[in-house]
């Protein structure tokens, strides 16, 4: 009889939940559901494994929402060194969790092979509302960019900040001479290291 591990039930769990959300455009990699973006921008569903007893599994459900620009200022590299590259762990701009219901401790996700039918559905049914209603509509960059400007109304996650977030929306778009003004903006607020990144962004050389 193969034995049942945390790692077993969780990979059966994405699998199960990637099938039922692949309407969504959703599919597994890894410990993950992913959801790809426009300009190598993604979504991703990680289940973070915690400690747990032998034949259980125990997770909190993180979504994060990468913008690769961002990704690559906190990183100090061009857009072509970042592009294609796995996405870390720290790195997202938007994230927050999918609780589990009723779950003790609260909102962690708890699963053994008796409960597997059970604790998938109640995955999908939690996840499936908060991809559509908040996290799917922010994935295309434009929309993120309207998000953002909108300060009458809060972010829906922790975020890494309103105002870098709205020049990584835009920053593939700006004329190199528009990028230069920039810079020198940066540069006259105090913010060297950022104004370094914008000169070096597009450099395909690096």
Known sequence: MTKVTG??????????????????GVRREGRALVVDGERGDRLTVLADRRAAPAGTAS????????L????????REPLSAVRGTPY????????????APNAWPPGIWGVTAETLDTRTAEFVAALRPALVGTWLPLLPRAALHAALRDTSKPLPAHDGGRRIGELMCVIEDATPADRERLADFLEGRGDAELA???????????
Request: charged share 25%; glycine share 4%.
């Open 88 to 99: 870390r762990d720290g790195e997202a701009f938007l994230w927050d969790r999918v609780l």
């Open 7 to 24: 790692t077993t039930l969780v990979n059966a769990m994405l699998e199960a939940a990637a099938g039922e959300l692949a309407d969504l």
């Open 196 to 206: 370094a990144w914008v000169r070096i962004a597009f450099d395909q050389r690096l």
């Open 68 to 75: 690769l620009p961002f990704t690559a200022s906190n990183r």
């Open 59 to 66: 997770f909190h459900t993180e979504v994060q929402r990468y």
